[in-house]
């Protein structure tokens, strides 16, 4: 098998750094080493495949982005990402693993609506790749389903308090939901929004003829988040499940999973870096229907009220445990558009999968998280959080070759027609510069970006089937 060394680094990780080199060994990590060591008396450059300088450079394990939605059906419309160009994007910003959601939609079984997104990715993903299932409809079939998720690989479920009439679940069929889960190991996610509250201030808003985009998140109110996030957060409580609450965009929110986890509860929250870096008045609130772009749900919020800077400050005293990207990417053009004139008809979405690393690494620089901290809460929580320990999240001896060397003195301008490789037609990070350059990607010990060269094949990744996890994080 071929084998790579990586040298000269400093490998890091969610507890530390050090100067080292990193052998490869096919698809797995052979060996993290003292700079310069031999190996049986060998001088380990001369007798590798493969040698990678990483001199003055940083080598993490590659990114994991736990929620996105490749081809995604929403609001008559498809995510404009497919798996292949998707996770092509993904690579190319330093994320090697991601876990998407097999929709169960209503009127369908759990285990087709899952063969079904197996025959979509399968053959498709440049990078690994895991499911979530998304149960859409609560029933005795549905239940007895979900038993066999951990079977097929899948130890985790999504539902929606939001989106009466496509997703939604009350909460008998939370409650329901969330006994199996906890019976089984199961993690429940949960989109927490009070969807029939926000359906009626909605039908308020465009009656009062306010139908621009800005009004999504005046109508996505941070209360409808807080309480819906204090709903699950009671029922996981009474059934004894953990609770992991997606794309937290509220302080408010924030704040109630922390006191959960402070009386001992096994709940978990991701937030994402449209949270932490956009806002309700500068981008919904952008002249003319600019501020589709940024239609998103939870929404973007008021920077006036600083929930961005409370989602900083979560991550740094781990009230909230990672970041995920959400990414379901529309075109403005033939999607966006579909809303004008009524902002509730604007496909709800962001794409991101490509920025994460990136985004995130800013944080860094701008002195709001520590190395490690990007580290953890970009690949080795994630890896934790959803079964894929040991395998993924870490440079281990043992475990998958997925490695990023990243270049602190590099830099990449985020742009349209500079750094995207997204199925777009406009960038929701447009002008954002980045102090940070991701300079090559291996993927299970093949180099599948290098520099400003793609090598990577959509044939290369492969369906991760994922344990339950313990959840001590």
């Given at each position: 098998m071929p084998t790579t060394l990586i040298t000269g680094g400093t490998v890091v990780s969610s507890t530390g750094r050090a100067e080292a080199d990193v052998l490869i060994d096919g698809e797995t990590i052979a060996a993290v080493l003292a700079p310069g060591s031999a190996l049986l008396g060998h001088?380990?450059?001369?007798?590798?495949?493969?040698?990678?300088?990483?001199?003055?450079?940083?080598?993490?394990?590659?990114?994991?982005?736990?929620?996105?939605?490749?081809?995604?059906?929403?609001?008559?419309?498809?995510?404009?990402?497919?798996?292949?160009?998707?996770?092509?994007?993904?690579a190319w910003g330093g994320t090697t693993t991601i876990v998407d959601f097999a929709i169960q939609k209503y009127g369908e079984r759990v285990m087709d609506a899952l063969q079904s997104w197996h025959e979509k990715a399968d053959g498709e993903c440049a990078i690994d790749y895991g499911f979530h299932q998304i149960i859409g409809d609560v029933n005795d079939d549905s239940l007895k389903a979900m038993e066999g998720l951990i079977g097929e690989g899948v130890s985790s479920y999504k539902m929606f308090m939001a989106y009466p009439g496509v997703f939604y679940s009350d909460d008998a069929q939370i409650y329901k939901a969330m006994r199996v889960g906890a019976d089984t190991g199961l993690m429940t996610m949960m989109h927490a929004e009070n969807g029939p509250a926000i359906d009626a201030m909605v039908a308020e808003l465009l009656a009062?003829?306010?139908?621009?985009?800005?009004?999504?998140?005046?109508?996505?109110?941070?209360?409808?988040?807080?309480?819906?996030?204090?709903?699950?957060?009671?029922?996981?409580?009474?059934?004894?499940?953990?609770?992991?609450?997606?794309?937290?965009?509220?302080?408010?929110?924030?704040?109630?999973?922390?006191?959960?986890?402070?009386?001992?509860?096994?709940?978990?929250?991701?937030?994402?870096?449209?949270?932490?870096?956009?806002?309700?008045?500068?981008?919904?609130?952008?002249?003319?229907?600019?501020?589709?772009?940024?239609?998103?749900?939870?929404?973007?919020?008021?920077?006036?009220?600083?929930?961005?800077?409370?989602?900083?400050?979560?991550?740094?005293?781990?009230?909230?445990?990672?970041?995920?990207?959400?990414?379901?990417?529309?075109?403005?053009?033939?999607?966006?558009?579909?809303?004008?004139?009524?902002?509730?008809k604007i496909p709800n979405g962001i794409g991101g999968v490509e920025h994460r690393m990136n985004l995130l690494y800013q944080g860094v620089v701008d002195g709001r998280i520590s190395l490690e901290r990007w580290v953890e809460i970009t690949s080795t929580t994630p890896a934790r959080m959803f079964g894929m320990y040991g395998r993924k999240g870490a440079i281990t001896p043992g475990a998958d070759a997925d490695v990023v060397i990243y270049d602190p003195a590099g830099h990449t301008s985020i742009g349209l027609e500079k750094t995207h490789h997204m199925n777009m037609d406009y960038s929701a990070w447009e002008g954002f510069e980045i102090d940070g350059h991701v300079d090559t990607v291996l993927s299970r010990g093949r180099v599948i970006v290098d520099g400003d060269q793609y090598l990577g094949s959509k044939t290369h990744g492969r369906f991760l089937r994922r344990d339950p996890s313990q959840y001590l994080i």
């Open positions: 001088d380990l450059k001369s007798s590798v495949d493969t040698v990678l300088d990483a001199a003055g450079k940083y080598v993490i394990p590659g990114g994991i982005d736990a929620h996105t939605h490749m081809q995604m059906p929403f609001g008559g419309t498809e995510a404009s990402d497919t798996f292949e160009t998707g996770t092509r994007a993904a009062q003829g306010k139908t621009d985009p800005y009004y999504h998140g005046v109508a996505r109110a941070w209360q409808m988040e807080e309480e819906a996030t204090h709903r699950a957060i009671m029922l996981a409580n009474l059934t004894g499940a953990p609770l992991y609450v997606v794309h937290v965009s509220a302080k408010q929110a924030v704040a109630q999973l922390a006191a959960a986890r402070s009386n001992g509860q096994n709940v978990f929250g991701e937030t994402c870096p449209q949270y932490l870096y956009l806002s309700l008045e500068d981008q919904l609130g952008a002249p003319g229907f600019e501020g589709a772009k940024w239609v998103c749900s939870t929404p973007l919020r008021s920077k006036q009220e600083h929930h961005q800077d409370h989602m900083w400050q979560a991550l740094r005293t781990n009230e909230l445990q990672m970041v995920s990207t959400d990414h379901c990417p529309f075109c403005m053009k033939g999607q966006k558009d579909m809303g004008v004139g009524d902002f509730s």
